[in-house]
């Protein structure tokens, strides 16, 4: 499929002081786009944006804080114009039992990684549309997908990213507006220090896990080919469609693979 370049593209990464976003703002970097890095640590921001070969800036961001949200979108448009790409890759997870799980686990984690990315969409949309084109690229999680034990919230929280992204990307049809969804398995990055610990489920899983860098190239296809999602590895992917067709018979298989926690 013809795709288009990200070449003199302005693209706002949220999350991209570590792990994901850093790594999506490193290849979009390469690939000639002018990046925003856009975080809550301005010291780890510097420390990402001097590993970028291109031209880029960045912003110290809470995607809790709808007014800090606001202002960097503002200031982005406002010195550079628009904002061609929004990648959201800010959020956190941890993996707690639900009896064990307090009120503010889940309403903690829905603030970050649902509405978070609903308060940095609201913000960079309506710019979008005015230009009649633009991309959306939600980092959302084969969790969303293959929910497993003992990440109740963390589950949630992407089931709710991938909820919306599907219905925005059908409200959003005709404009030049495309919303997508990028959804990884384990990956080996600082996520794992706040949800595992103790370092169990990473040792069970980490035959099975992804490099920041690979999720990387998968956005960067997603935006080059235009499309709506990208589930990664194969392995999951193949894994979650059996599952969503035959429930009854893969549920049992599935748990042993996947509740290693």
Known sequence: MAGETVRDKVALVTGASSGIGAAV???LSEKGAYVVLAARSEDRLREAAAGL???CDIRVMDVRDEASVESAVADVIGRLGRIDVLVN????????PFTEAS??????????NYMGTV????AVLPHMLRAGRGHIVNIASMAGKVPTARSTGYAATKHAVLGLTGALRQELRGTGVLVSAVNPGPVDTPFFDRADPSGTYVRNVRRFMLSPEQVARAVARVIE????EAD???????GARIARLFPGLTEPLVARLTNRK
């Open 25 to 27: 703002a490193r290849l």
């Open 53 to 55: 070969s291109g031209s």
């Open 89 to 96: 890759s800010a959020g956190y997870g941890e993996f707690v």
């Open 103 to 112: 009120l503010e686990h889940f309403r903690d984690m829905m603030d970050v």
């Open 119 to 122: 308060r940095c969409i609201r």
């Open 225 to 228: 080919r235009r499309r709506a």
């Open 232 to 238: 990664l590895p194969w392995t999951l992917a193949a």
